[in-house]
């Protein structure tokens, strides 16, 4: 299965430090949805994997967001493109769950419901719990600036995080990292990743 799994908020549309709590506050950022068309048109899967935190702070209910989310549907159907389905985390960062990101619940999920090893498939995000969600499952963790995107390239450089983000490609935004993609520039970071992968497992044999 080609699949990519996307982020919401600073990827797709514009983020909010107030939260979307409605349809009329969901803006598109410019390209997503043409970049969303475009992965579909080369026959990719588009899963939505987002924190939703609103709904534990009470500031939406899941009947809202279903609304907001509702409205991302239609104006990317209106594009040509389409998303095949969006995971939701409900939950406050206090509550200790397996599904808000960094930790890999929801993803986990994703990989059950589509039958689907995540093994190298690019998860697309603008925070460093995207990027740690996507490594605990051994995807391929990609990096937007837009968003809260340029604020975690300079949390990369603090030496103290136990992370390696060398083979992290970033890119300007969504419409960057699909053309990309689909030109296989992309490919180069999937082979780093397993090449890593397999030096760190053959060390820890030996």
Not at 50 to 67: C, E, H, V, W, Y
Request: neutral net charge; charged residues 30%; contains cysteine.
């Amino acid at each position: 299965m080609k699949l990519v799994i996307l982020d919401r908020d600073g990827v797709i549309n514009h983020d909010s430090d107030e939260f979307i709590k409605s349809p009329d506050e969901w803006i598109p950022l410019p390209g997503s949805l043409e970049a969303i068309a475009r992965l579909c048109r080369a026959d990719y899967k588009v899963v939505v994997a987002t924190n939703q935190s609103g709904i534990a702070r009470g500031l939406f209910d899941t009947d809202m967001l279903n609304k907001i989310h509702m409205q991302m549907l239609e104006r990317v159907h209106q594009k040509g493109g389409q998303i095949d389905a969006i995971f939701f985390c409900p939950h406050g960062p206090d509550d200790d769950c397996a599904c808000r990101k960094p930790r890999p619940g929801m993803l986990n999920d994703i990989a059950e419901r589509l039958n689907v090893n995540l093994a190298g498939v690019p998860i697309v995000g603008d925070s460093l719990r995207d990027i740690q969600s996507a490594q605990a499952v051994d995807a391929l963790p990609v990096l937007v600036r837009s968003g809260k995107g340029e604020r975690t390239l300079k949390k990369l450089s603090d030496k103290e995080l136990s992370i390696d983000f060398a083979s992290v490609p970033v890119f300007k935004d969504l419409a960057e990292f699909a053309e990309e993609l689909l030109d296989g520039r992309l490919a180069k970071h999937v082979v780093q990743l397993f090449s890593k992968r397999g030096g760190r497992q053959r060390k820890s044999r030996g």
